[in-house]
């Protein structure tokens, strides 16, 4: 950091470059941009970042991101909330729900079972997820866990949980190239792979 900036320019660059893929030369490009930016824009960017760390929470429901109790997905009066698809994370929900194949509801676990990484089922959203499976009125449980060892894993754990209850459990189809993350999946792929759904035994 060079002693010819002010202390409030240099910490502007200290925050941008924590930033991830922000090298030390981008994070002094990016403030210098919100110093010579207009006040008006400067402050909204301010604004932003501080609403998302005071205002985003978290769906009591299914956890996904929401500003209020329940999300938008939760509250809305058309989707079957007979049909829970679980995903890993939030922005699983935005690639599913991009394809327009989906009229269920979530239920966003917030991560994988990895034993070796340290993460273990009570790390996740699993225990609510068994309490809304029995809260009755949930005819299938779909899993969209990302396709890939941990994510099939974690599958597989939850399945065993749920097995006595009375749901059909699927798993989106195939079609997806296995090691890849469902964030990733072309849309059109991940279309199929929802119409597809299949049995998970
Ligand atoms: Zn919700």
């Known amino acids: 950091m060079s002693d010819v900036y002010t202390e409030s320019l240099n910490k502007l660059i200290e925050q941008f470059a924590k930033l991830p893929g922000i090298g030390p030369r981008t994070a002094e490009r990016l403030a210098f941009y919100i110093l010579n930016t207009s006040a008006s824009d400067a402050m909204a960017l ?20 929401s ?44 991560g994988h079972i990895a034993p070796l990484e340290g993460l273990e089922p009570s790390d996740l959203t699993i225990d609510k997820l068994v309490e809304r499976v029995r809260g009755g009125q949930v005819s299938e449980i779909v899993m969209a866990t990302n396709p890939n060892v941990a994510g099939d894993g974690t599958s597989l754990y939850i399945s065993s949980l749920l097995r006595g209850e009375n749901v059909k459990i699927t798993r989106l189809a195939r079609g997806l190239p296995t090691g890849t993350t469902n964030e990733y999946a072309n849309g059109k792929i991940l279309a199929d792979a929802i119409r597809a759904r299949q049995r998970l035994e």
């Open 46 to 65: 301010a604004d932003a970042v501080k609403n998302v760390k005071t205002k985003v929470g978290r769906c009591q429901i299914c956890f996904n991101l």
């Open 67 to 110: 500003e209020d109790s329940t999300c938008q997905i939760c509250s809305d009066p058309r989707r079957d909330k007979k049909v829970i698809c679980i995903v890993e994370q939030p922005k699983d929900i935005i690639s599913l729900e991009k394809t327009g194949a989906c009229k269920w509801v979530y239920h966003v676990l917030g």
